[in-house]
């Protein structure tokens, strides 16, 4: 099983719909989440932290589901500048604490 | 705010070339990080450094790849010598501890190598 995984995509919404995407991670005793978004041949770049108790920020809310070892990001009203990569976060207490990044999930957002 | 600062943006090289990155990570973090991404692969952690020590070196592909960072301002990623499918984009980031804290990432070097 990966360390972090997400579905590739890409999801195809229209301007001003929600979308939801899910990331599962393997390590049980992960205590820290980020969702970062990467522009095409840009680099990745934080979007937000993910709290236990499920934080918001504009559009974007994410929430941390400890029991089935997964967190989600919910974009609402989309809009067209939102199309980009999201990556998928989440630090690995293994000895060296690091951050493993997921592959991503691809977002396009249509007029 | 200055933020991670990588050198160069583009490398072109012939096969067998040696190649240097820079990067210069935001004042005042204590962990810097080398990945390098490709389509096939995804975004990979080659090495890290916590208080200018390596800690994890495990994402170094082999012997032809080598990192240092001799102060808490610079670090440089070298490949001797350069292969055609060390092509990608390489990035720098810094952060303030290594596990729980978000990275900051430079702008990449895209390398190609001929």
């Known amino acids: 099983r990966k360390e972090v995984e997400q579905d590739p995509g890409p999801f195809n919404v229209p301007e001003g719909a929600t979308v939801a995407f899910n990331c599962t991670y393997s390590?049980?005793?992960?205590?820290?989440f980020f969702w970062y978004r990467q522009d095409c041949r840009k680099e990745p770049k934080l979007l937000m932290s993910?709290?236990?108790s499920g934080n918001e920020d504009g559009r974007f809310t994410a929430q941390l589901n400890r029991a089935s070892q997964y967190i989600s990001l919910l974009i609402r009203d989309s809009k067209l500048s939102d199309s980009a990569t999201y990556l998928c976060v989440v630090n690995m207490n293994t000895g060296f604490q690091k951050l493993v990044f997921g592959t991503g999930t691809r977002l396009l957002v249509s007029p | 705010d200055a933020g991670v600062i990588q050198s160069p943006r583009h490398e072109v090289t012939e096969m067998g070339q040696e190649v240097t990155l820079r990067c210069k990570p935001i004042s005042g973090h204590n962990s810097l990080f080398w990945y390098r991404q490709t389509m096939m692969r995804g975004l990979e952690l080659l090495i890290y450094f916590n208080n200018n020590v390596p800690i994890d070196d495990s994402g170094m592909p082999e012997d032809r790849f080598s990192a240092k960072m001799p102060n808490a301002s610079f670090s440089t990623l070298k490949i001797q010598p350069s292969e055609p499918r060390d092509s990608a984009v390489y990035f720098c980031a810094s952060s303030l501890g290594a596990g729980s804290q978000p990275q900051h990432f430079g702008d990449g070097t895209r390398l190609s190598i001929l």
């Open positions: 390590n049980s005793a992960s205590q820290s």
């Open positions: 993910v709290y236990s």
